[in-house]
């Protein structure tokens, strides 16, 4: 069974720009959330999908906004990058919510310069 | 903001013996609890999950809860040089009718062989 698949898997981006990162859940997952992770900061919590509805946010800015498909793939998009949006960004699926076991993606690393 | 947080470490423990590590939460809803193991360069994988006060042992695992004191530790017994990786609290929470996966900022744990 094929793992959650993440692209790219690194980006270079300046500052101003914005950028699509995507995501592939293992077949069947029908949940899909994402984090960011940085140093300091830690893991984050961006935004979970579910059935291509956000069930549940984040506490970040309007920029973060993303969505999922029918097939249940997911998209995170950034608008507007800052130098602290310099991260690795994690999504991971379950079968149906995160009270379940999650399985994380090798992770996209973001470069804002 | 809710908050998970966990002994700054690292630890460094011998092999064979028993790691300690300990995670305290702020949301006293909390219903929900992991611990997650990241090897470097690697991305999170769930160890174990744990919902009512007590244990819940799982081969050299144990999770432990007490809501009352929203507190959770996870034991590893007979610590292996594998074991060597950071260990991620995570907990559940509602915030705004919104439920977020707040994660604790880890705990590097080296087993010395």
């Known amino acids: 069974k094929a793992g959650v698949t993440q692209t790219p898997r690194y980006l270079i981006k300046t500052r101003g720009q914005q950028v699509t990162l995507s995501c592939s859940p293992i077949s069947g997952h029908r949940s899909v959330s994402w984090y960011q992770q940085t140093p300091g900061q830690g893991l984050q919590f961006l935004f979970e999908y579910f059935s291509e509805t956000q069930r549940n946010k984040g506490n970040f800015p309007g920029r973060f906004s993303g969505r999922q498909f029918s097939n249940s793939r997911s998209e995170m998009n950034v608008s507007t990058l800052e130098l602290g949006d310099s991260a690795l960004y994690l999504c991971?699926?379950?079968?149906?919510?995160?009270?379940?076991?999650?399985?994380f993606g090798s992770g996209t690393q973001l470069s804002v310069l | 903001q809710k908050e998970v947080e966990q002994n700054s470490g690292p630890l460094s423990v011998p092999e064979g013996a028993i790691a300690s590590l300990n995670c305290t939460y702020s949301d006293r809803g909390s219903q929900s609890f992991f611990w997650y193991r990241q090897y470097s360069g690697k991305s999170p994988e769930l160890i174990m999950s744990?919902?009512?006060?007590g244990d819940k042992e799982d081969g050299r695992f144990t999770a432990q809860l007490n809501k009352a004191s929203q507190y959770v530790s996870l034991l590893i017994r007979d610590s292996q040089p594998s074991d060597s990786a950071t260990y991620l609290c995570?907990?559940?929470?509602?915030?705004?009718?919104?439920?977020?996966?707040?994660f604790g900022k880890g705990m590097k744990l080296t087993v010395n062989p």
């Open positions: 991971a699926s379950s079968l149906t919510n995160w009270k379940e076991k999650l399985f």
């Open positions: 995570a907990v559940i929470g509602k915030e705004g009718g919104s439920e977020k996966l707040v």
């Open positions: 744990i919902y009512s006060n």
